[in-house]
């Protein structure tokens, strides 16, 4: 398959142009034309790209890409090492950010919510954060526990251990995203990492908050998504998941 087939595909699939993002979304290194295998994972890092070299693959598929705004634009230094590696080895970069944490069948969000056994939607439109009530309620460190287990990781409870009927979401670095989940009566909130401020948020506007870790709350998206596209296009796909406590 064409690798601009395939980011056409993705493109439409994820209405990636819809978005208002901190980076492009897309192909972002176009290193060959024909696609066999993707791998996938969450961020591009050299660690990464070298895992990729390894399974021999065409295309490297991550939610964390490269070409952040604000950043320097200057392939050098380390995104330089990173780059050269992929256009040595002939392997092209397809990054999906916000896409990927929004849609509803691959998305990164929907992916939390049915490992917590969830069928959670967007609290409203245009925004990132899902949520659903619990057919059981249970304590908040309880719920934590048993993230904890889903995702490997210990999870950090924020604020008061209360009793959680509601419980809103919203994977990554959206802990600034806890006023909003308060807002609209939530009692429990999930993200990946926390601020300073968020300790005083969580007990000032009582919602217990449970920081369950970057890296650890977005491994579904582009997992799904690789599997999508094999199935799809009868493509070959690894996914691979590097350790990152953060």
Not at 56 to 71: K, M, N, Q, T
């Amino acid at each position: 398959m064409d690798i601009r087939q395939l980011a056409a595909w993705c493109d439409d699939f994820l209405g990636a142009a819809g978005f208002e993002d901190y980076c492009p979304n897309g192909l972002q290194v176009e290193a060959s034309v024909e696609v066999r295998r993707i791998v996938s994972g969450v961020t591009a890092s050299l660690q990464l790209i070298e895992a990729a070299i390894e399974l021999h693959a065409d295309v490297l598929l991550v939610h964390h890409g490269y070409f952040w705004r604000g950043e320097s634009p200057l392939l050098t230094g380390m995104k330089g090492r990173r780059v050269r590696q992929l256009m040595t080895h002939g392997i092209s970069l397809l990054a999906y950010h916000l896409p990927l944490d929004a849609h509803p069948e691959v998305g990164n969000n929907a992916g939390l919510g049915r490992a917590l056994g969830l069928q959670g939607a967007p609290l409203a439109d245009k925004t990132l954060v899902w949520g659903s009530g619990l057919a059981s309620p249970q304590p908040a460190s309880v719920l934590a526990d048993r993230l904890g287990a889903t995702l490997q990781r210990p999870v950090d409870l924020i604020g008061e251990d209360r009793v959680i009927e509601r419980l809103a979401w919203c994977t990554g670095a959206a802990q600034g995203y806890i006023t909003e989940a308060a807002a609209a009566g939530f009692d429990g909130f999930i993200s990946g990492e926390v601020s300073e401020q968020t300790y005083h948020q969580a007990h000032e506007l009582g919602i217990s908050y449970l920081a369950a870790g970057h890296h650890a709350t977005e491994r579904f998206g582009v997992r799904a998504l690789g599997e999508r596209l094999a199935a799809q296009f009868g493509l070959q796909h690894d996914y691979v998941d590097l350790k990152n406590p953060v």
